[in-house]
């Protein structure tokens, strides 16, 4: 009887062993839920809450600060989550300033493609943008947003509302396919 009691016991904890290893060897890992396509595999170089300073001749740099930054050298692509930018000229006096959920930047060439709640201002123009798809192409100097409504806002005060923006920072026009609501007054 003795023996029996103790070979039970025996079984009973190797039983517990057995299923204490099965329980820790099993895990379960998510699935990466992101949509937006990735260059490569693996990133270069990946950051979270980082900084990234794009310098181009000619112009200030501008310094992006986000959750997570992807980099995919031999693609030129820089890629951004929750991140917002600023760029002060050479006397420190702020240019530019804006936030957004996402940015795919061309590292080449800097033109940029920005998505989710995205607001751009350049407050010395008194210019800013609320939008939530914005594409920036750099050598042309176009901002152009095809997806949703943008709000644009002039001297500070006037706002302007529509789809199918464009505009032209060099000389500033701006042009809506359709406007929904506002108006401009010259100053």
């Known amino acids: 009887m003795a023996r029996r009691c ?10 517990c062993a057995m299923a204490l290893v099965l329980s820790a060897s099993c895990s379960f890992v998510a699935q ?20 990234y300073t794009l310098s181009q001749a000619g112009t200030a740099p501008v310094t992006v600060v986000a959750k997570n930054i992807e980099i995919y050298g031999k693609a030129h692509k820089a890629l951004m989550d929750n991140l917002s930018f600023t760029q002060y000229d050479s006397d420190g006096v702020l240019k530019m300033q804006g ?16 998505d989710g709640n995205i607001f751009l201002e350049l407050p ?9 798809s914005l594409d920036w192409d ?15 806002t002039f001297n500070g005060n006037d706002t302007i509302t529509g789809t199918g923006f464009s505009g032209n ?16 007054h010259e100053e």
């Not at 010395?124 to 939530?132: G, L, Q, T, V």
Request: proline residues 3%; charged residues 30%.
């Open 138 to 152: 750099n050598s042309s100097k176009v901002l152009s947003s095809t997806k949703g409504k943008v709000s644009v």
């Open 32 to 51: 990466d839920t992101d949509a937006r396509p990735k260059p490569a595999q693996h990133p270069d170089l990946q950051l979270t809450d980082g900084s």
């Open 99 to 114: 936030k957004a959920d996402y940015c795919s930047l061309d590292t080449d060439s800097y033109s940029a493609q920005l």
């Open 169 to 184: 920072l060099a000389t500033r026009t701006f042009e809506f396919a359709t406007l929904e609501k506002g108006e401009l």
């Open 124 to 132: 010395e123009r008194k210019f800013s943008i609320d939008c939530s």
């Open 6 to 15: 103790k070979v039970r016991w025996i079984s009973l904890v190797m039983l």
